[in-house]
C-alpha cells in the first residue's frame, strides 16, 4: 500500500494539471490514476478536506503566516442569494425573468 503522501501528490498532480485520471503515469511513483480517486473519494467522505481546511489556516494565522491580503474568491463557489449586481444598462422585469424583445 502506497503512503499517503505519495497518494496525495498524485492527487494534486490531477488536479493540477487537468489530466484524467487514468493517464495518470506510473513513472511519477503516486500509485494508479484510480488509487488516487478512491483515496480523494474516501478522504472527502471522512471529512478530512474539511478538516485540513479549517486547521491550516488557523495555524498559518497563528503564526503570522497567513497574508489576506492576497486572498482570491472565486466566485463560482459562492451563491449569489440576491442575484447579484446587476452591469450596467439591465432591465429588470421585477419577476426574475429577462424583458420580451418581441
Not at 54 to 75: F, M, N, Q, T, Y
Request: proline letters at 5%.
Amino acid at each position: 500500500m502506497l503512503e499517503d503522501r505519495k497518494i496525495l501528490c498524485g492527487i494534486l498532480f490531477v488536479l493540477y494539471t487537468g489530466i484524467q485520471w487514468e493517464w495518470l503515469p506510473s513513472e511519477l511513483g503516486f500509485g494508479s490514476g484510480m488509487t488516487c480517486w478512491r483515496r480523494l473519494r474516501d478522504w472527502n467522505n471522512a471529512g478530512v478536506w474539511q478538516r485540513l481546511h479549517e486547521v491550516l489556516p488557523a495555524e498559518l494565522r497563528a503564526k503570522g503566516r497567513l497574508d489576506l491580503s492576497r486572498a482570491v474568491i472565486d466566485s463560482s463557489h459562492i451563491r449569489a442569494l440576491k442575484g447579484g449586481p446587476k452591469p450596467d444598462g439591465a432591465r429588470s422585469t421585477g419577476d426574475g425573468r429577462a424583458p420580451s424583445t418581441t
